[in-house]
């Protein structure tokens, strides 16, 4: 037999490191003001923190049940009740993971089979594409373009076939900032009530909703929430995106078949991290009550500051990102145009075309304003002398 080192056949050859690892090891290289990977550069709340160290005090530091421990189901649930008028049930519909992203590789790799078709709408989350080839699937993207980002719904209609299996959504939107509404939710349903379709719905920015009618949920429809996965992220509703903790709320049927997927990936997720959450969730929901009014003074704050710029700034109806048409200021495009203004200007940014499969010409790019109001003032104050 051969010494020689042995080289796999690579499952997804066309991946490297993410733009997001990209972006943020250039922005640490030249010192930059990192608002391109989205996560906040302050902490979480204290009485969060405090649960943690207790429940690892009082010794629950065991596994915990595959499907996540019983308060923190139950809290859920009970959540869940309130928010969207119906309550799942904690023992057979709701699943805890380790972060949205399990949640989305489990219901995916659940429900798509070889030769599958997956239509999700782009600019779209870069972790869906890959599951789906690893699953065997096809992933059709449908393009929304700026600066609404809205569905053509007769369009998405004419897309489907008898090998569609399952349709991505996300709202609020990451990277577009934009949200459903339940009128979206009902033109979904209309096109594939008759269809053997599944739906995966990605809603980790629930609580960062700033529309008139606020999030609009998958949950809240009686009839999709039947044949549905609705995923969130405590990561993003607590500040705390490095305790890697989301959930998903699913049908008994469906989430049975993702815990099959759930128990030999990661099996059980951090106990004293999920009795803490619990806690929280039931002796301080007014942190994620207010969560829209945290972040609309961020966004306010950030766009004001933007104003004497010469980036144009699109709408922000959910998400703690803005897009910013840079168009008035480069002819690059906007790979070319982030990695500039990293290494020359000192604000690091994400480009939009990394969302989308097809070419996307539009000049824009991606902020996350999860940042102190200093660091928000201090990018504001690079930008506007662009």
């Known amino acids: 037999m051969s010494s020689a080192s042995l080289i796999p056949h690579s499952k997804l050859p066309a991946l490297g490191i993410t733009i997001f690892t990209q972006m943020s090891a250039l922005a640490q290289q030249h010192n930059a003001i990192n608002l391109s990977q989205g996560f906040p550069d302050y902490d979480g709340p204290q009485y969060l923190k405090e649960r943690l160290a207790y429940h690892v005090n009082q010794g629950s530091n065991q596994y915990a049940p595959m499907t996540g421990v019983a308060p923190l189901r139950e809290a859920i649930a009970e959540k869940t009740g309130v928010v969207y008028g119906w309550q799942p049930d904690a023992n057979s519909e709701v699943t805890i993971t380790s972060g949205a992203t399990e949640a989305l590789y489990v219901a995916i790799t659940a429900l798509v089979r070889p030769g599958d078709e997956v239509l999700c709408f782009d600019p779209s989350y870069d972790s869906y594409g890959p599951v789906v080839q690893l699953a065997g699937g096809t992933l059709k993207r449908i393009a929304l373009q700026p600066p609404a980002f809205a569905v053509d719904w007769a369009h998405f209609a004419s897309q489907l076939s008898d090998r569609t299996r399952l349709v991505i959504v996300n709202t609020p939107h990451n990277p577009s900032a934009t949200s459903w509404q339940s009128q979206d939710f009902d033109q979904l349903w209309q096109a594939i009530a008759e269809r053997e379709i599944f739906v995966l719905s990605d809603e980790v920015y629930e609580h960062i909703c700033f529309t008139a009618q606020g999030h609009a949920s998958v949950l809240a429809h009686p009839q999709l929430r039947q044949r549905a996965v609705s995923v969130s992220s405590f ?152």
């Open 235 to 386: 990561g993003k509703t607590f500040h705390m995106t490095g305790w890697r903790v989301g959930y998903c709320v699913a049908p008994a049927a469906i989430s049975a078949e993702l815990r099959k997927v759930h128990q030999y990936l990661t099996f059980a997720i951090t106990t004293p991290v999920q009795l803490a959450l619990a806690d929280m969730l039931r002796n301080e929901p007014e942190h994620w009550q207010k969560l829209p009014e945290f972040y609309r003074a961020k966004r306010d704050r950030f766009i004001q500051a933007l104003a004497p710029s010469r980036l144009e700034v699109l709408p922000c109806q959910g998400t703690y990102f803005l897009l910013a048409d840079y168009s008035a200021i480069s002819e690059l495009d906007d790979v070319a145009f982030c990695r500039w203004l990293t290494e020359h200007v000192g604000v690091a940014a994400i480009p939009l075309s990394v969302f989308c499969a097809d070419p996307f010409p539009h000049k824009l790019i991606r902020l996350c304003f999860a940042k102190q109001d200093a660091t928000l003032d201090a990018a504001a104050e690079l930008l506007c002398q662009l």
